[in-house]
C-alpha cells in the first residue's frame, strides 16, 4: 500500500467540509417544506467558526478525562473516516479494515460516555446511560448489515464491500 498525498488530501478535505454543508442543505429542505425561509445554507460554518474561538469552561471536579473525550472521539472518526473509499478508493486500505472500523466507532461512543461520567455534573449518567441505549439499539443493526454484507462479499475489506455494493446497485 503505498502512500498517495493527493489521495489522502482530497479525502481529508471532503470529509471535514462536506458534512456542515449537508447539515445545511438537510435545514434548507426540512425549512422549505414547513414553508419558512429557514437558515443560511452555510450558517453551521459561521456556527463552526464562532465555538472554535471561544473558550470553554470545565467543572471543578472533571479530570483531564473530560478534556481528553472529544480529542478520542474526534481522532477515531476521522481514522474510521479513512476506511471508507468516500473518492474511488480509501486512503488506508487492507484485508479485515471493516473490523477497524467497528473498533474505532466503538472507542469513539466509550470515549463519549466516560466524557459524560466526568463531567462532574447531577445528569451525567443520565447523558451517559442515553448513550449508551442509543448505542445498542442502533448499532446493532448498523453492523449487521455490515457482517451480512461481509459474508455475501467474502471479504472483511470495507472497501471490497463498498464497491461491491456500487456496482450492484449500479446494475
Not at 449537508?22 to 463552526?48: E, H, N, S
Not at 447523558?127 to 461481509?150: K, M, P, Q, T, W
Amino acid at each position: 500500500m503505498e502512500f498517495d498525498l493527493a489521495l489522502w488530501a482530497k479525502h481529508l478535505l471532503l470529509v471535514l467540509s462536506v458534512p456542515p454543508l449537508l447539515l445545511g442543505v438537510i435545514a434548507k429542505t426540512k425549512a422549505f417544506v414547513a414553508g419558512r425561509k429557514g437558515p443560511p445554507l452555510m450558517q453551521l460554518y459561521y456556527d463552526l467558526f464562532k465555538l472554535w474561538r471561544k473558550g470553554f469552561l470545565m467543572s471543578r471536579s472533571a479530570t483531564a478525562v473530560f478534556r481528553m473525550a472529544p480529542l478520542v472521539i474526534f481522532v477515531s472518526l476521522l481514522a474510521a473516516s479513512l476506511l471508507l473509499p468516500l473518492t474511488g478508493r480509501a486512503p488506508i486500505h487492507f484485508d479485515g479494515d471493516l473490523i477497524l472500523f467497528a473498533y474505532l466507532l466503538g472507542l469513539a461512543r466509550f470515549a463519549l460516555m466516560l466524557g459524560a461520567w466526568d463531567c462532574g455534573s447531577s445528569f451525567e449518567g443520565m447523558g451517559a446511560s442515553r448513550e449508551a441505549a442509543f448505542g445498542a439499539l442502533s448499532e446493532l443493526a448498523f453492523f449487521l448489515g455490515l457482517v451480512v454484507s461481509a459474508i455475501v462479499v467474502r471479504s472483511l475489506s470495507l472497501s471490497q464491500i463498498l464497491l461491491q455494493a456500487g456496482e450492484a446497485m449500479a446494475e
